[in-house]
């Protein structure tokens, strides 16, 4: 016998499932989830694998409201994608309040948007996941409480990969934090901006492979660490780095003397045909080697 067909299950006040919450209760390996466009003052808690989260049209906005003391949407769920929306203002007392709390195996996102979070993006140590993110936006995410909140903080994962993404306006925490086996990020806009108080652009404190290639940055004037834009291994070295390279990045530091890239760890970094504008900046504190 063959498996039974994959559903749509479509989410809006006129639909049969008024919130994405009530698609979440009901919803099956498989299945495709469509939210209407529109505001919801609501959360929702993921739990079977191999689902499409997405928005059915521009302007679907999850807002205000967390689960489990944690995020707009908990994934416990494994291979789950999600699509065209936007996740604001998280917030929950121990200060890590969530777009998205990711405690699966593999997470995909497109398109989406998140806005005035503690963190962007949260997620566990799950040491055989991947999580892929293109063409979205992080603003305005990262508070310091009782611990620092981020952009995005992945936690020790296979993969996190970033592209054609933007980065803007983080507050205290780094844009990018990742104690990834292997990080790549490229054709990004990770940037400070004029009221960005962001600490790090890209934080890699464990190492681990990290490679960077055709990405804009910027150190605004309010940052609250002016010391380098991408940080790795400041927390101890503790998996390996077979790879470290900056390729065709522009960097722009608007605020004091600052350092490109800090490696400490023993494993070469590269940095090849990088562009370094503004106020003073030594492209690399470090082994390794610049090559213009």
């Not at 209407?36 to 003052?41: I, L, M, R, S, W």
């Not at 944690?70 to 291979?79: Q, R, T, W």
């Not at 390729?247 to 600052?258: E, M, S, V």
Request: with cysteine; proline share 5%.
């Amino acid at each position: 016998m063959g498996s039974a067909q994959a559903a749509t299950l479509n989410v809006g006040p006129h639909q049969t499932y008024k919130t994405p919450s009530d698609a979440a209760r009901v919803v099956k390996a498989g299945d495709t989830v469509k939210i209407k466009p529109g505001t919801y003052y609501n959360c929702a808690v993921w739990t079977k694998n191999n689902i499409t989260i997405e928005g059915a049209g521009p302007g679907v906005v999850l807002t205000d409201t967390t689960c489990e003391g944690k995020a707009i949407f908990v994934v416990h769920a494994n291979d789950v994608t999600v699509n065209n929306i936007t996740f604001q203002r998280a917030v929950v007392p121990d200060g890590n309040g969530a777009g998205i709390r990711a405690e699966g195996v593999n997470l995909t996102l497109n398109n989406d948007k998140f806005l005035h979070n503690q963190d962007g993006i949260l997620a566990a140590d799950s040491p055989k996941s991947s999580i892929i993110i293109r063409n979205s936006d992080f603003v305005h995410n990262g508070v310091c409480l009782r611990a620092c909140a981020h952009g995005i903080y992945v936690g020790h994962i296979a993969l996190l990969k970033i592209e054609h993404s933007r980065f803007y306006d983080t507050q205290q925490g780094h844009h990018i934090k990742s104690r990834a086996a292997r990080t790549v990020l490229i054709d990004n806009n990770i940037e400070d901006g004029p009221n960005g108080t962001a600490s790090y652009e890209v934080d890699i404190p464990n190492g681990g492979a990290l490679v960077m290639i055709g990405n804009v940055l910027e150190k605004g004037p309010k940052n609250q660490n002016h010391t380098t834009a991408v940080m790795i291994g400041e927390e101890g070295v503790t998996q390996p780095t077979p790879e470290l390279l900056f390729k065709d990045n522009t960097f722009t530091n608007d605020g004091p003397p600052t350092d490109f890239v800090r490696n400490i760890t023993a494993t070469p970094a590269q940095l090849i045909n990088n562009t370094f504008k503004g106020n003073a900046i030594i492209p690399l504190v470090g082994a390794g080697s610049v090559v213009h």
